[in-house]
């Protein structure tokens, strides 16, 4: 089983950037396709980004592609996202997820693992 912590939140500017890290440990990390969340106050876990398990294939969903990197380094046991032109509908709780099995799903109920988020807050 693999324990994951985000860290790397906080506030910024709109326009600002910001990288969040998601460290990974008691598991074996590149056996897991990973991916980011968010979430805010009243709605549902939203999808942002998923890497397989070399990182040779990512996927993001439309509102960040273009702003948005997502990354992983296998031997730190950590995955990174990489936020630039940040606008203030970015606000939300970030987790980062691993998923037993195939990689691409952008379901978060598919996740086995979870992270216990870190808050990200764009300013206007």
């Known amino acids: 089983q693999v324990q994951l912590a985000e860290s790397g939140g906080g506030l910024v500017q709109a326009g600002g950037s910001m990288r969040l890290s998601c460290a990974a440990s008691?598991?074996?990390?590149?056996?897991?396709?990973m991916a980011w969340f968010r979430q805010v106050p009243g709605k549902e876990r939203e999808f942002v980004a998923v890497?397989?398990?070399?990182?040779?294939?990512?996927s993001y969903t439309d509102s960040v592609k273009g702003r948005f990197t997502i990354s992983r380094d296998n031997a730190k046991n950590t995955m990174y996202l990489q936020m630039n032109s940040l606008k203030p509908e970015d606000t939300a709780v970030y987790y980062c997820?691993?998923?037993?099995?195939?990689?691409?799903?952008?379901?978060?109920?598919?996740?086995?693992?979870w992270g216990q988020g870190t808050q990200v807050t764009v300013s206007s």
């Open positions: 890497i397989s398990w070399g990182g040779g294939s990512t």
């Open positions: 997820a691993a998923k037993i099995g195939p990689y691409g799903s952008r379901r978060y109920h598919e996740y086995n693992y």
């Open positions: 008691g598991g074996t990390f590149s056996n897991y396709p």
